[in-house]
C-alpha cells in the first residue's frame, strides 16, 4: 500500500490589513481558518518587519514578536521548540516567515514553521507583487484632479532628486505610499512617453526639464 503524504494547506501571499479583516472560523470550538473572501485561510507566508519583541524569563520559554508591513500588525508567537526559529530577529529586521494562523482572546497571530531574514527591499517587493495580483480587480482613481495630484508629486520628487542624478521608481513609490503603485508606474510611463522625463538605467528616472 503507498504511503499516504501528509498535505499541507496553502501558505496564501497577503498583507497584514487583509488577514486583520478577515473572519476567524471555528469547528468543534477551534480555529480552523481565517474567512477572506472565498479564500479558507490557514496558513500565510508574510514579509514584514519586526517591530518590538517580548521574550519570557525564568520557566517560561515563549518569544513573541511583533511584524509590521505598512497594512497593520500581527504578532508570531513561538513556544518551546519553535523559539530558536525567532533567534536573531530584533526591532527593524525584515523578514519572510510562513506559519500558521491561530486565534486566541480574539487576536489572531502566527504560529511559525520557518523565519527567514531579508534585505528591507523585499517589504516594497512582496507589496508590488500583491497589488500586481489584484490590479485587475482593484478600483482605479477616474477624477482627473486626483490623477493630476499624483502626477504633480511624481515630478515634484523627479525634480528635487536631479542634483543627485535622478531617482528610483521604487523610491517615488515607497514615499508616496497613499497613491497605488500600478497608478505611479503609470503616469511615470505617461511621462516617459511625453519626453518630460528619461531614464538614464532601468528602474531609475530623471528631470529632462
Request: positive net charge; glycine residues 8%; charged residues 35%.
Amino acid at each position: 500500500m503507498a504511503e499516504q503524504r501528509f498535505k499541507r494547506n496553502t501558505a496564501y501571499k497577503y498583507r497584514i490589513g487583509d488577514i486583520l479583516v478577515g473572519k476567524p472560523i471555528f469547528k468543534d470550538e477551534k480555529f480552523a481558518y481565517v474567512e477572506l473572501g472565498d479564500k479558507k485561510i490557514a496558513r500565510v507566508n508574510i514579509v514584514g518587519n519586526v517591530v518590538d519583541r517580548y521574550d519570557a524569563s525564568g520557566d517560561r520559554n515563549y518569544t513573541f514578536l511583533t511584524i509590521d508591513d505598512g497594512s497593520g500588525q500581527i504578532r508570531i508567537k513561538a513556544f518551546g521548540d519553535d523559539v530558536p526559529k525567532l533567534t536573531n530577529l530584533e526591532q527593524g529586521t525584515t523578514i519572510v516567515v510562513i506559519g500558521r494562523l491561530r486565534s486566541f482572546s480574539d487576536e489572531t497571530y502566527i504560529s511559525p514553521e520557518t523565519v527567514k531574514i531579508l534585505d528591507p527591499k523585499y517589504l516594497l517587493v512582496r507589496k508590488l507583487e500583491l497589488e500586481k495580483n489584484r490590479s485587475k480587480s482593484a478600483p482605479v482613481p477616474t477624477e482627473k484632479k486626483e490623477i493630476t495630484a499624483i502626477k504633480d508629486k511624481i515630478l515634484d520628487k523627479i525634480k528635487k532628486a536631479e542634483d543627485e542624478g535622478g531617482v528610483e521608481v521604487d523610491k517615488i513609490i515607497m514615499e508616496l505610499r497613499e497613491s497605488s503603485p500600478e497608478i505611479i508606474n503609470k503616469e511615470i510611463k505617461k511621462l516617459l512617453e511625453e519626453g518630460i522625463i528619461f531614464e538614464p538605467r532601468p528602474g531609475k528616472v530623471r528631470w529632462l526639464g
